[in-house]
């Protein structure tokens, strides 16, 4: 149980244009969801959380227009990366969590971005 | 604020050695979880262990094993005789049970390189 997908696993794009990464949680719904970015060699940097039918919450430095968050079903969230640029190249991964889970998130595969 | 730190950034080791990796974190509230997770090279981070802040029991599961000490606030994870499929990166997280969202706060990770 409590699995979580992620679609695309790998994408790439030409700079300037959007790429929506689509984070599925399969077998339970997620009252939140969680996006964060992992660069090269360093650890995953939470982007914003968000939970169902709300609006989501960015955490400081992250562009919320760049950087659009979806959360329309209890079992989906997207990320649009919009106008991309190569600096956004990056590993995205979301992770889902529902209520009375002591807090344990569940993460989805990853999608790695790659901006020419 | 939580935070929390892994101060070996890469531990490399030979097969059947033990390897202990530190975890030493800092939060205000005293309801908190810990975290382990493994992200091998496929990317894709594989839940290890979680435990509570009222629960200092000592862990093992198989070749894994946690010590966890509120005293030193910290959460330190051993691997006795180390395979090559041990190689990854491991991460220590944290969640403040009154964190917005209970979002998790990851440590900058070990990379573990196990040489045959």
């Known amino acids: 149980g409590a699995v979580v997908s992620q679609h695309p696993s790998r994408v790439i794009c030409k700079s300037g244009t959007s790429v929506k990464i689509e984070c599925r949680s399969l077998?339970?719904?997620?009252?939140?969801m969680f996006w964060y970015r992992q660069f090269p060699k360093q650890s995953l940097m939470l982007m914003a959380t968000?939970?169902?039918?709300?609006?989501?919450?960015?955490e400081q430095g992250v562009e919320k227009d760049k950087f659009l968050i979806n959360h329309a079903s209890l079992t989906l969230s997207t990320l649009t990366v919009t106008s991309a640029h190569p600096e956004d190249s990056s590993f995205y991964i979301c992770?889902?969590?529902?209520?009375?889970?002591?807090?344990?998130?569940?993460f989805g595969p990853g999608t790695r971005l790659t901006v020419l | 604020a939580q935070k929390v730190t892994q101060a070996q950034t890469e531990i490399s080791v030979v097969e059947k050695e033990d390897v202990t990796l530190d975890c030493v974190y800092e939060t205000r509230d005293t309801t908190y979880y810990l975290f382990w997770y493994k992200q091998p090279p496929s990317g894709e981070l594989v839940f290890l262990i979680r435990?509570?802040?009222?629960?200092?029991q000592n862990e093992i599961s198989g070749r894994y094993s946690w010590n966890f000490q509120k005293s030193t606030s910290s959460f330190n994870f051993t691997i006795t005789a180390s395979q090559v499929v041990d190689s990854a990166v491991y991460f220590c997280?944290?969640?403040?049970?009154?964190?917005?969202?209970?979002?998790?706060?990851f440590g900058g990770g070990t990379r573990v390189l196990v040489k045959p």
């Open positions: 992770s889902a969590r529902t209520s009375g889970t002591y807090n344990e998130q569940f």
């Open positions: 968000s939970n169902e039918g709300s609006k989501a919450t960015y």
């Open positions: 435990r509570n802040s009222f629960d200092e």
């Open positions: 997280a944290l969640s403040e049970a009154r964190a917005a969202g209970n979002k998790l706060t």
């Open positions: 077998d339970f719904q997620a009252t939140t």
